[in-house]
């Protein structure tokens, strides 16, 4: 019976090329899970640009609106001019109070990421240290950081930077 079991086990071929070593595969796993995070990280940022976007149009749009009862005289005003006037001023306070949220969420998602960052380096580094050693990893993380396309400053502004600037120079909220 032990006869039969070794032969079994002789008999398994594995799809792997023999010459790539458990410690490789690992390696390439690990790049590939690094690589699959900075992609969904990246959607989860373009989202929330796409909201601001949106978002800032509106508000711009309504501003416009706006400016233009804001510039007919009191007097000259209809009743339906200063309904209508107070209305845009209520979206547009609600907007920019959603948009506040949305920058705030924005920057709790970077400190997040940041934390598990050092939460998955710490769990790694002496896993990886003995099968790449420091430098290996260190220059591993240097090589997915030039493959992929460098996010706009968009990403990297703070939530203030960002409630500032808004969608350019069409909108100030400020």
Same mark, same amino acid.
């Given at each position: @019976? ?22 490789? +595969? ?5 790049? +590939? ?11 989860? $940022?373009?989202?929330? @640009? ?12 309504? !501003? ?12 000259? !005003? ?8 107070? $209305? ?5 306070? !609600? ?8 920058? &705030? ?9 940041? $934390? $598990? ?22 220059? &591993?993380?240097?090589?997915?950081? !030039? ?7 968009? +990403? ?19």
């Amino acid at each position: @019976m032990d006869g039969a079991n070794e032969k079994s086990v002789e008999d398994v071929i594995s799809m792997a090329d023999s010459s790539v070593k458990l410690e490789d +595969i690992e390696g390439e796993l690990f790049k +590939i899970e690094r690589l699959r995070n900075i992609l969904v990280r990246r959607e989860s $940022e373009l989202r929330y @640009m796409m909201d601001d976007i949106q978002l800032c149009n509106e508000i711009t749009r309504l !501003k416009r609106e706006l400016q233009k009862l804001v510039s007919i005289p009191d007097q000259d !005003k209809s009743r339906d001019d200063k309904t209508r006037q107070e $209305e845009l001023l209520q979206q547009i306070s !609600k907007l920019v109070e959603t948009r506040d949220f949305l920058v &705030d969420d924005v920057e709790f998602e970077r400190l997040r990421e940041r $934390e $598990e960052d050092r939460e998955m380096a710490a769990f790694l580094q002496p896993r990886f240290q003995s099968i790449l050693g420091t430098k290996g990893v260190l220059q &591993d993380q240097k090589v997915v950081s !030039k493959s992929l396309p460098t996010p706009a400053p968009f +990403i990297t502004k703070t939530g203030l930077t960002l409630l500032k600037d808004c969608c350019g120079f069409t909108c100030s909220i400020m």
